[in-house]
Structure formats: structure tokens, C-alpha cells
């Protein structure tokens, strides 16, 4: 997403997300889950249509609080289907739901969803792919790439030359200790 570089300095809905958050390491289980949800609303659309509805998601998932939206049922479905502020497509809602439990369960298997990615860190993309699949709903290649880019686990938010870049360097992302495994 290199192109970022170029497009989202000026922008004032990019700017905040490309210059604070992406390729920036995170530990935060909200966070984290927030930004995969955050993916999973992304496919088939436009990024900046995402962090335009970004306060209304969080608003309508409870500031995306794992326990809480784990909890949902029928109830908050519809809800969240009637809400005109969010995307409302009931496969990515669903997926959203499905996976806080999956989050829930890797506090058990892993003691926690930062554990988890790091417990299978490094890794090719592919690789990361097959796992996401394997433990998540709505993960495709892109998806991944996105997710794990945006958290350091993979190179690439920003080119060299950004000056986001030496700064995300200075957070010690994952792909810099341990740089991914060639695809094979």
C-alpha cells in the first residue's frame, strides 16, 4: 500500500490513520480486534469509506470490546443491520461476532490475540493466510496482508522515503526482529 504514502498526507480523513496508526505495533486486544473488524468491513470497498464510518463502528460494537460483541445475539444482529451509520452486510457482521469468540479462545490457547500472532511470528504470507483461515471467519490474502502490515508483522505500509516510516521503525515492529519467511 505504498501508494498510501502519496495519497494520504493531504487527506484529512487518511492523514490521522496512515501517520498514527498504520504499520504502527499494537498490543491492545481492543486494537487489535479493531483493526481486523475494521478489515473485514474494508473488502469490497474503499478504505476511506471504512475510517469514515471508524466512529460509528466502534459505537455500534462497543468500542469493538471483544467480551461484549462475543455476547451478541439475534438482538444486536438486527440492530446492527438497521443501523444506517455502519456497513451493514450481514456476512461481515456476522464474521465480526463469530470471530470475538475466536479472539475469546485464544486467551485460553495462547493467552491472548497478541500472543497468538506472535506465537506465529515469523511467517510467509501465504502461511499467514492459511492460519487466518484456519482460526478466523472473512480472511482472505488481502485482508491478512492489510491486517498484519498495519501491525508490523509485515513490511510494506510505507515506503522508505515516508517519514512515517522511520517512525514506525522506531516502534520495533515485529518484521524488523524477525523478518518474514520467503513464500515456498
Known sequence: ???????????????????GEYGFPAADERVLFERLCLEIFQAGLNWKL???????????????????????????????????????????IDAVIDNAA?????????GGFRAWLDAHHPRALKAWVKLFRATFRFTGPEL?????????????????????????????PPWVRHPPLAEG
Not at 439475534?74 to 446492527?80: C, G, P, S, V, Y
Not at 475466536?102 to 495462547?110: E, G, T
Not at 509485515?154 to 517519514?163: D, I, N, S
Open 144 to 172: 491478512v496482508n492489510e491486517f498484519l502490515m498495519s501491525l508490523g508483522y509485515l513490511p510494506g505500509a510505507h515506503r522508505e522515503t515516508c517519514p512515517v516510516y522511520a517512525e514506525t521503525l522506531a516502534w520495533d
Open 102 to 110: 475466536r479472539v475469546q479462545a485464544l486467551r485460553a490457547s495462547h
Open 50 to 92: 471504512v475510517l469514515q464510518k471508524r466512529t460509528a463502528l466502534n459505537a455500534a460494537f462497543d468500542g469493538f470490546d471483544v467480551d461484549a460483541v462475543a455476547a451478541y445475539g439475534d438482538a444486536e444482529r438486527e440492530r446492527l443491520l438497521a443501523d444506517k451509520g455502519i456497513i451493514r452486510n450481514r456476512r461481515k
Open 1 to 19: 500500500m505504498n501508494w498510501y504514502c502519496d495519497v494520504a498526507p493531504d487527506d484529512p480523513v487518511h492523514a490521522p490513520y496512515h501517520d
